[in-house]
């Protein structure tokens, strides 16, 4: 035993320093103690005396309760857990209330105060100390029927000595903290499985008590803004947290018009606390809630733990205490979860809200909507044209589906991971996107969607998809809107100040690359041009070119695409204002942009003027058995060179209109799916060949960069050879982790939850950057790719791009930059700042 100060013991049954932990109340409360604030006389039992008495090892009560000084002597016990978030069981009050001491309370509060805190004692005693049923003992309303049933539940009296009632409370808490649920709900929370319990033993201030007597609780600034604000409610004649029960007669803190106020009531008391959280907030570098009781004119705090908050306070508290010189910025950012900017970009489930969870899937795209469900694509356009909201769902979506995400306010697919289509799509449209249902099944025929429960929903119900969360809900769930302010650009600017990553966009569209730069990106690190040929009128083109029978064809098709192109082009630059445009060229194997069922096949034979059976031919002439490792990425290049050739021209066209209104351009280009360095020669020497031409037409100045996109493991293993002909090297780990897994990023989903859950993979490596394999082989190929070419830029841009893990991870590394969908730019700046404290 150590004994720290009168008013502060701490107990511990062991030398292990490790073990002598006695958890965070007990940590809060020692420090409230040494502020001088008014804390009742406190001992706090160590995770192992704690552990020890769960086995049924008890430490001597009987001294413990000799540190107080008080007579009548009630306590309370609270549990202090590592982590206030890991939880713990529930406060129990007025220990030490029997016979004597009731006798005696009854002379010094009188007889109904005195009934009432035997009367509280002995139910909590029986009802969650001793497990008894309820009803009879709520039912009970005098000490003595209370005590009668207990006596007759139990076959024994209701215990009179202190130190038998502390005890059998403390063995019920210790015994509670190590139950099965308890454990389940903390190790959600993240907690270890051998995670340790404290418990405080505090000598009670009476709120039951003559003259100004009560209880309450207190803060100092807003749960839902952040901003400063006294809340909280006080309550006569109370104990614990009453005063915050529905149906109480509370009093207001502050002077306010709808009723009396604890300010005015006890002014000084109340100046008292409002010093005492200015005190907490400057020394514990922390808005705190305190739980406060009044004992005859005399307050006394009994706990104090961290606001509860949502995101945007959060941001918002942190900011103020790093501006008031309370922490450093850098602190600041340490205490904001990445993953919270993302919450604060979107709207959101109310968290407040009662919702009924239909289905779990992954998280795939963050934000929620509701609106009626829809089918198909068609669905989506007729109900955005209608200003319907909608919910589109799909077993899995394809290309012919993205102008229907595009219309729909939020996308759910049965199928499908983080990296498939419609996770991808979701993310770079902001729509919010549920993938991999687990459990539901969509059946597009009879437009109906079976839940996990067997219970259907049908084309037009109403559905709420939170992408943020994964979770699927019945009806239109009550919705935060998203906040962006001051404290947001504030934090973003410090984050800036400080990494030394640099954070890039994926933008396809100006839409997203002028989002992208609202969130102040340093360039965009993938521009996926696929998606451009998806615009109704170019599809129809690249259908054309697709079909072409001969060269000549085919450069008619590819001389009315240029344009098109190149205008897209000079528009991302120019929103892009000189910052670095990296450009894709051409990646999926072209059967993506022809029509998969006979509607789509017979409008496109009228389209293109030729019969139905010749577009059946040709679909079927292209069909693979593997597609995403056929013909798809570089290998378009060599076998079709003049796709890619028309899309250099179009961005080296681009560059010199766009440089010559002012804006110098430097385009990077990028090969994608390289496996041999002789590919990348081969396509070089084209690009190289029309950046002269282009020169020479124009008469102007052309710099660009050439580089190549390491997506398989060959590509990694060969890092060396490759960069000798690419200026940057470019991680595209979707494809990467796909590859070096041998799995299948479209199809993962099926299987993936059990592999999880088994243990065979630690996480879902398209979600979690896998740093042992997928690892190895950026690491290796950043190696070779440098040693070859000293100035190689280095880069990552699949999904893992946005994650904090992946961006530690290539920052050690020494890359260059990230690059991430628009929404997760601030995540990810954030997590590059943290990465380097
Ligand atoms: C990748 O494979 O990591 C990548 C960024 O390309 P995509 O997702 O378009 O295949
Ligand atoms: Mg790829």
Not at 122 to 151: G, K, N
Not at 339 to 364: C, F, M, N
Not at 377 to 394: K, T
Not at 815 to 828: I, K, L, N, Q, T
Request: net charge negative; charged share 25%; glycine share 8%.
């Amino acid at each position: 035993n150590m004994l720290e100060s009168p008013d502060f013991t701490e107990v511990t049954t062991t030398a292990d320093i490790r073990k002598q932990r006695h958890g965070n109340r007990a940590k809060c409360l020692q420090r409230l103690v040494r502020l001088g604030l008014p804390v009742p006389q406190t001992v706090a039992l160590s995770f192992e005396t704690v552990r020890n008495i769960a086995n049924g090892q008890m430490p001597d009560l009987t001294s413990l309760l000799g540190v107080f000084e008080a007579d009548p002597l009630l306590i309370s016990v609270r549990s202090s857990s590592e982590a206030a978030d890991w939880g713990g069981p529930g406060t129990i009050l007025n220990i030490g209330m029997n016979d004597a001491t009731h006798a005696l309370l009854s002379e010094r509060l009188g007889r109904e105060r005195a009934d009432k805190l035997y009367l509280r004692f002995i139910r909590s005693f029986a009802i969650e100390v001793m497990r008894l049923d309820d009803a009879p003992f709520l039912d009970a309303q005098t000490p003595a029927a209370a005590m009668a049933e207990y006596a007759a539940e139990m076959d024994d009296a209701f215990p009179q000595d202190p130190t038998v009632q502390l005890s059998e409370v403390l063995r019920s808490m210790a015994r509670a903290w190590e139950g099965t649920s308890a454990r389940l709900l903390r190790q959600a929370q993240g907690a270890p499985a051998d995670a340790g319990l404290g418990l405080v033993v505090q000598r009670m201030a009476l709120g039951l008590a003559p003259g100004q007597s009560g209880a309450g609780v207190i803060q100092f600034v807003s749960s839902v803004t952040g901003e400063p604000q006294v809340t909280g409610r006080y309550l006569g004649q109370a104990l614990g947290r009453e005063a915050l029960e529905s149906n109480a007669k509370a009093l207001f803190l502050t002077k306010d018009p709808r009723g009396p106020s604890l300010e005015e009531l006890l002014p000084e008391v109340y100046a008292e606390l409002v010093a005492a959280g200015a005190l907490m907030r400057r020394k514990l570098r922390a808005e705190m809630q305190a739980e406060f009781t009044i004992e005859e004119g005399r307050l006394a705090i009994l706990d104090a733990v961290r606001v509860k908050r949502v995101a945007r306070a959060n941001l918002n508290i942190v900011t103020r205490l790093a501006r008031d010189g309370i922490i450093t910025r850098q602190e600041a950012m340490m205490r904001v979860e990445p993953q919270e900017l993302s919450q604060l970009l979107h709207r959101q489930v109310d968290p407040a809200a009662t919702i009924t969870v239909l289905a779990k899937g992954i998280a795939a795209a963050p934000g929620a909507a509701s609106g009626k469900i829809v089918f198909d694509a068609a669905a989506a356009q007729a109900a955005l044209s209608r200003d319907e909201p909608c919910i589109l769902v799909r077993r899995e979506t394809s290309p012919e589906d993205v102008r229907g995400m595009h219309a729909s306010d939020a996308i759910l697919t049965e199928r499908g991971g983080m990296t498939s289509h419609a996770a991808v799509i979701a993310r770079g449209l902001g729509v919010p996107c549920v993938s991999g249902a687990t459990g539901v099944k969509v059946d597009h025929d009879a437009k109906q969607i079976i839940l996990p429960d067997g219970s259907t929903l049908h084309d037009g119900d109403i559905l709420t998809v939170d992408g943020s969360s994964g979770r699927v809900l019945s009806g239109a769930a009550p919705m935060v809107e998203p906040a962006l302010d001051g404290a947001f650009g504030e934090l973003m600017t410090w984050a800036d100040d400080l990494r030394d990553i640099g954070i890039r966009a994926n933008a396809d569209t100006p839409a997203d690359a002028a989002l992208a730069r609202t969130f102040g990106v340093d360039g965009i690190g993938l521009c996926r041009t696929e998606h451009m040929f998806f615009e109704p009128g170019r599809l129809t083109v690249m259908r054309e070119m697709i079909f072409a029978e001969d060269p000549g064809d085919r450069a008619a098709a590819l001389e009315r695409l240029l344009p098109m192109q190149r205008a897209d082009f000079i528009e991302l630059f120019t929103i892009m204002q000189g910052a670095p445009v990296c450009i894709r060229l051409l990646d999926p194997p072209l059967h993506e942009f022809l029509p998969s069922n006979k509607e789509g096949m017979r409008a496109m034979a009228e389209a293109l003027d030729i019969p139905l059976s010749r577009v059946r031919a040709h679909i079927e002439s292209l069909n693979e058995y593997n597609p995403m490792l056929g013909m798809r990425g570089v290998r378009l290049g060599v076998a079709i060179p003049e796709i890619y050739e028309m899309q250099a021209r179009a961005i080296f066209e681009a560059a010199v209109e766009v440089g010559r209104n002012g804006t110098p351009v430097v385009p990077e280009i990028m090969i994608p799916l390289v496996s041999a360095q002789r590919e990348v020669e081969l396509v070089k020497r084209r690009v190289d060949a029309l950046a002269a031409s282009v020169r020479g037409e124009s008469g102007t100045e052309l710099d660009f960069r050439l580089g190549v996109m390491v997506e398989t493991p060959r590509a990694a293993l060969r890092a060396g050879e490759i960069a000798e002909n690419s200026a940057f090297l470019s991680f595209g780990t979707n494809d990467l982790t796909q590859m070096t897994y041998g799995l299948s990023r479209d199809d993962a989903g099926r299987f993936m939850s059990a592999y999880v859950n088994e243990g065979v993979y630690p996480e879902d490596p398209f979600q979690t950057l896998d740093l042992d394999g997928v690892g190895e082989l950026l690491l290796l190929g950043a190696e070779r790719g440098r040693a070859a070419r000293p100035d190689v830029v280095l880069s990552l841009c699949g999904e893992h791009g946005g994650h904090p893990e992946s961006i530690a991870f290539c920052r050690r590394a020494g890359f260059d930059y990230v690059s991430c969908s628009p929404f997760r730019v601030p995540v990810a700046k954030l997590a590059a700042a943290q990465a380097r404290i």
